[in-house]
């Protein structure tokens, strides 16, 4: 036995003209913005194209040691994290873990660089301030994008993906020269 309301089903009901027309009106929003997407991709500088391959934690924390142990120029602060300096255009490797970005990278003004980051743990977000880079790190998946620093300076590397408790703890550096 179904049971029915007494003024009917509300889906049965005609729209109101004024809520037809919002409906209306939200839909034309987003298909705008739908397109949007590509068009600030192509003309914005906004929304970066990234590669993405499998990887383990234990596989890219090897790539990420060999990156550091091969470039390695000096050791900063109280925990002698590693500054890493890779030739102008190479590859950089960044590791996300609760709660860190390692290592610190030097890179050169007006050169191209090939960025892969990775997480060991749990999702973190890659942002670098005050650029405009700001992608998702999950675990088992190599983030790959290609960045040309513009300005040199002392970058910080923010994580905006709520990671756990230390989350708010989680910076890093990275430097343009
Ligand atoms: Cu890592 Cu939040």
Known sequence: M??????????????????????????????????????????????????????TPDAYEAKVDAFVEKYQVREEGDTGIP?????????????ARQFEWYPIVELEKGQNYRIHVSSM???????IQPANINI?????????????????GEY?????EYCDIGHHTMLGKLYVK
């Open 2 to 55: 179904a049971i029915v309301p007494i003024k009917g089903n509300w889906w049965n009901a005609p729209v109101e003209r004024t809520e037809a027309l919002w409906i209306g009106i939200a839909l034309v929003w987003a298909i705008i913005m739908f397109f949007m997407m590509p068009y600030w991709h192509m003309v914005g500088n906004q929304n970066l194209s990234t590669e993405a391959y499998k990887v």
């Open 83 to 95: 500054v890493v300096k890779p030739p102008a255009g190479g590859d950089v490797y960044l590791l």
């Open 121 to 127: 743990d749990v999702q973190h977000g890659l942002s």
């Open 136 to 152: 998702q790190v999950h675990p088992y998946y190599e983030m790959i994008f290609n960045a040309t620093p513009t300005d040199a």
């Open 156 to 160: 910080g590397i923010v994580c905006n």
